[in-house]
């Protein structure tokens, strides 16, 4: 099985920061990784896949770069909405697939 | 648009089975471009794939699970089934089924299932 994970596992910051999470595969997967967002309640929405195309409708403040083992996930700007739970998730091996363990965002 | 929906029995008895349908509609369950799949979410917890199944019928399990998991399809109802054998509190979770074509792009709504003992 292919191990995820991400860090940090959680991190607090203002409206309008910069934030990075980075996600790890423990070997190589390509660029198959999409990043998850789940706000508070809320049903997971796909944000990116091919570790770097954004899902139709995602802000492009959302943004996903890397490639073999090292992934992330940066939002140019936080926004209040963006307070959530991202996930990375590989489907190198699809349909067998492995989410990291999660990264929660919020403000401070 | 795809849409899914979960539907099953809410409370479960420690050491039963677990049975969970996901009713597919607004597009073909049988296109074989798409796998469907089961991921479940304890409270408070991540995300932990379950399964996945083609419209073949052929099927791919977590590893953790593949002793007490059967996953099913019936293209003529359009829908997919889970089922997890032996449940304990640990199976206490949040249930998804979703699309796949690698990654997940359509989940449903999820249905909480309660292993009681």
């Known amino acids: 099985d292919i191990q995820m994970t991400q860090s940090p596992s959680s991190l607090s910051a203002s409206v309008g920061d910069r934030v990075t999470i980075t996600c790890r595969a423990s070997q190589g997967i390509n660029n198959h990784l999409a990043w998850y967002q789940q706000r508070p309640g809320k049903v997971p929405e796909l944000l990116i896949y091919a570790a770097s195309i954004l899902q139709s409708g995602v802000p492009s403040r959302f943004s996903g770069s890397g490639s073999g083992t090292d992934f992330a996930l940066s939002i140019s700007g936080l926004q209040p909405e963006d307070v959530a739970t991202y996930y990375c998730?590989?489907?190198?091996?699809?349909?067998?697939?492995?989410f990291g363990p999660g990264t929660k965002v919020d403000l401070k | 648009q795809v849409q899914l929906q979960e539907s099953g029995p809410g409370l479960v008895k420690s050491s039963e089975t677990l049975s969970l349908n996901c009713n597919v509609s607004?597009?073909?369950?049988?296109?074989?471009?798409?796998?469907w799949g089961w991921v479940r979410q304890p409270p408070g917890k991540g995300l932990e794939w379950l399964g996945s199944i083609f419209p073949s019928g052929n099927t791919y399990y977590n590893s953790s699970l593949e002793s007490r998991i059967t996953i099913s399809v019936d293209t003529s109802k359009s829908q997919f089934s889970l089922k997890l054998t032996s449940v304990t509190a640990a199976d206490t979770a949040l249930y998804y089924c979703?699309?796949?074509?690698?990654?997940?792009?359509?989940w449903g709504q999820g249905t909480l299932v309660t292993v009681s003992s």
């Open positions: 979703a699309r796949g074509t690698g990654y997940y792009a359509y």
């Open positions: 998730q590989t489907y190198h091996r699809a349909p067998r697939l492995s």
């Open positions: 607004g597009g073909s369950i049988s296109s074989s471009n798409n796998y």
